[in-house]
């Protein structure tokens, strides 16, 4: 079946380690994304990939970096993870932009734990 | 912001109850689209209604759209245990979805 991976499920780093996050597709959408989502929050928009173009969000720390090497791939890397970086990561794509009739897909989500 | 407001915070309902759920915005929108939750897991695309769209439905569900009062409902006839989840309303303005603050539903066996 198409659809959105995210590796690992679960990740646990230290204060300050880099860490790196994955999502690969079998969809083929021409659009990332990756947001973050805290306890009991809405999922917030960090930045999102049309195609090979990066699109940052204002508000997205400098500590959150992101690479997509191919259509399938998307890795969203923390520089230096703190305690208020501990949240779940969504990986998402669409087939194209969302102002037509597009939606989005995500993935399972992986739940960082910062110690 | 754009970001949606869900009234209510949490619901609980008997099996076999509708429930309702409301979601205003500030601006103008290109569509509008509402997202399931389940604990712990990633978002499932329910629906989606277009700014010029009034009514959707889906199976057991009903979405309504008023962009004069900036406002959605998304109805669940018939409840059954396994629609518990948080449920998300998402506005999308210039290729960007925007996520509501979101409704818990708690469906009672």
């Known amino acids: 079946d198409a659809m959105v991976i995210q590796n690992p499920r679960y990740q646990v780093t230290q204060f300050g380690k880099p860490v790196t996050l994955s999502c690969s597709q079998t969809l083929n959408h021409n659009v990332m994304y990756w947001y973050q989502q805290k306890s009991s929050q809405a999922p917030k928009l960090l930045f999102h990939y049309y195609d090979k173009d990066f699109n940052n969000e204002a508000d997205t720390p400098d500590n959150f970096q992101s690479r997509r090497p191919n259509t399938s791939f998307c890795f969203l890397d923390i520089r230096s993870p703190g305690l208020g970086d501990a949240a779940m990561y969504l990986c998402a794509t669409s087939r194209d932009g969302l102002a037509g009739i597009n939606e989005q897909f995500f993935g399972p989500g992986t739940r960082l734990t910062v110690l | 912001s754009q970001q949606g407001e869900e009234d209510p915070q949490a619901l609980s309902i008997q099996e076999g109850e509708n429930a309702t759920m409301n979601c205003s915005y500030k601006t103008s929108i290109n569509n509008l689209q509402w997202y399931r939750q389940n604990s712990g897991r990633g978002l499932v695309h329910l629906i989606l209604?277009?700014?010029?769209?009034r009514e959707k439905h889906s199976g057991r569900l009903r979405v309504t759209l008023d962009t004069s009062k900036k406002s959605s409902s998304l109805l669940i006839t018939a409840s059954r245990a396994a629609d518990t989840a948080s449920y998300f309303c998402a506005t999308v303005v210039n290729e960007k979805l925007t996520f509501g603050t979101g409704t818990r539903l708690t469906i009672i066996p």
């Open positions: 209604i277009r700014s010029n769209e």
